[in-house]
C-alpha cells in the first residue's frame, strides 16, 4: 500500500460561504474520522460540538472535539464528522469521510475512483 495525500476544504454547514483554503491531508483508510487543523475550521466558523476519545496509530488514548462540516476533495464532496486537530496530530482524511464521497482509494494511481453505491 501506498500514502498519498489530498487537498481537503472544509465548509461550514450552517453558511456554506464560510470555508478553509485547501488544507493537504493524508488518505488514511485507517482512521474513521477526519482530523483536520482547529484553528482552521474555527477560522471557517465551523464548531465543535462535543468530545471523542480515540486511540492512535501510536496506541496512545486523546480526546479531541468533534464537529460536523462539509467536505470537498478531488471534486466530491459529503457532510461528516470533523476532529478539531491539534498541531501535534496528523491532518488525516478518514474512512468515513471516503466512503461519505463514493470511492474507492486507487493507491497505485494515488486517486479516487468513483463507485456506485450498494443499496442493500
Avoid at 5 to 23: C, G, L, M
Avoid at 41 to 62: D, E, N, S, W
Avoid at 86 to 92: A, G, I, K
Amino acid at each position: 500500500m501506498s500514502l498519498f495525500r489530498v487537498n481537503v476544504v472544509a465548509r461550514n454547514p450552517k453558511d456554506e460561504s464560510q470555508e478553509t483554503p485547501p488544507i493537504e491531508a493524508l488518505v488514511d483508510t485507517g482512521s474513521e474520522l477526519t482530523w483536520l487543523p482547529a484553528h482552521v475550521l474555527q477560522q471557517a466558523g465551523i464548531a465543535p460540538r462535543r468530545k471523542r476519545t480515540f486511540f492512535t496509530a501510536t496506541r496512545q488514548t486523546v480526546t479531541r472535539d468533534v464537529g460536523y462540516a462539509i467536505l470537498a476533495s478531488e471534486n466530491f464532496e459529503t457532510a461528516d464528522e470533523v476532529v478539531f486537530a491539534e498541531p501535534s496530530d496528523l491532518v488525516l482524511l478518514g474512512v468515513r469521510t471516503i466512503g461519505g464521497f463514493g470511492v474507492l482509494v486507487d493507491n497505485v494511481g494515488h486517486r479516487f475512483v468513483a463507485q456506485a453505491s450498494i443499496v442493500a
